[in-house]
């Protein structure tokens, strides 16, 4: 489960990151490309994270990065409130990783979550 979200949300880093190298020459997009980076990037290090939390029982942990991984890519989005626009695919991926993390987060929410699995075969 924190494995899927995590991939997307690499995949989304790198659609930045190459957008970013190949196509941004407005110097407004190269800031918000960049930014960007730096939000995936501290997302992907929250994700990576929940899988220990969940081991050692560490709700309140396991909810706090949580909802900050889903905080990353909506301050992202936030970068764009204004012209010029994001590229369409990194919109939609963004849209994708957000709602799959939002799944993950409402899982984290439940004090303490459902035993559905063992934690241990969760890998990052």
Same mark, same amino acid.
């Given at each position: ?27 407004? =997009?190269k800031t918000r490309y +960049?930014?960007? %980076? ?6 992907? /290090?929250?994700?990576?994270?929940? $899988? #220990? ?8 942990? =396991?909810?706090?990065?949580? +909802?900050?991984? %889903? ?6 989005? /936030?970068?764009?409130?204004?012209? $010029? #626009? ?21 899982y984290c929410s439940s ?14």
């Amino acid at each position: 489960m924190f494995a899927q979200k995590h991939k997307n949300q690499q995949y989304v880093y790198r659609l930045y990151e190459g957008i970013l190298d190949l196509k941004a020459t407005d110097p407004k =997009l190269k800031t918000r490309y +960049s930014s960007c %980076l730096e939000n995936y990037n501290d997302g992907i /290090d929250d994700l990576r994270g929940l $899988p #220990a939390l969940l081991k050692s029982r560490d709700y309140s942990g =396991l909810n706090i990065h949580a +909802s900050a991984a %889903l905080d990353d890519p909506s301050t992202c989005d /936030d970068n764009f409130s204004d012209p $010029p #626009a994001e590229a369409p695919q990194l919109k939609v991926a963004s849209e994708k990783v957000q709602g799959l993390i939002g799944g993950v987060n409402t899982y984290c929410s439940s004090t303490p979550p459902p035993s559905l699995f063992d934690a241990s075969s969760f890998q990052v």
